[in-house]
């Protein structure tokens, strides 16, 4: 079990900028990719980043490339989203997710679809509005 906890979200007006936690517990000594997604009313669940276990790998969603930016603590517990040159369309709740535990090559892989990653936390809104 993995257990998840976002923060950071809030309310910023467009072309600001935010920074998402996610501190992470459970399942020490395994390593595992973490993703963020968020889902606005009426959407789909959309890929934002991905950090891969091994070798600070990551992937971002089309939308966001550029402007969003994922990165770990050395300890591996708390991963963040830096999110710059917010627009209205990044309205939404961000939840981060922890994937299945890996092992070998496969700690280098990002995956991107949501219903790869077991284990989610509770969301956190964000809001971009004038």
């Known amino acids: 079990q993995v257990q998840l906890v976002e923060s950071g979200g809030g309310l910023v007006q467009p072309g600001g900028s935010l920074r998402l936690s996610c501190a992470t517990s459970g399942r020490s000594g395994s390593g595992y990719p973490v993703g963020w997604f968020r889902q606005a009313p009426g959407k789909e669940r959309e890929f934002v980043a991905g950090?891969?276990?091994?070798?600070?790998?990551?992937e971002y969603g089309d939308s966001v490339k550029g402007r969003f930016t994922i990165s770990r603590d050395a300890a591996k517990t708390t991963v963040y989203l830096q999110m710059n040159s917010l627009r209205p369309a990044d309205t939404a709740v961000y939840y981060c997710?922890?994937?299945?535990?890996?092992?070998?090559?496969?700690?280098?892989?990002?995956?991107?679809?949501?219903?790869?990653?077991?284990?989610w936390g509770q969301g956190t809104q964000v809001t971009v509005s004038s």
């Open positions: 997710a922890a994937g299945a535990v890996c092992g070998g090559y496969g700690c280098y892989n990002v995956p991107i679809l949501h219903t790869t990653y077991p284990y």
């Open positions: 950090i891969a276990w091994a070798g600070e790998i990551t």
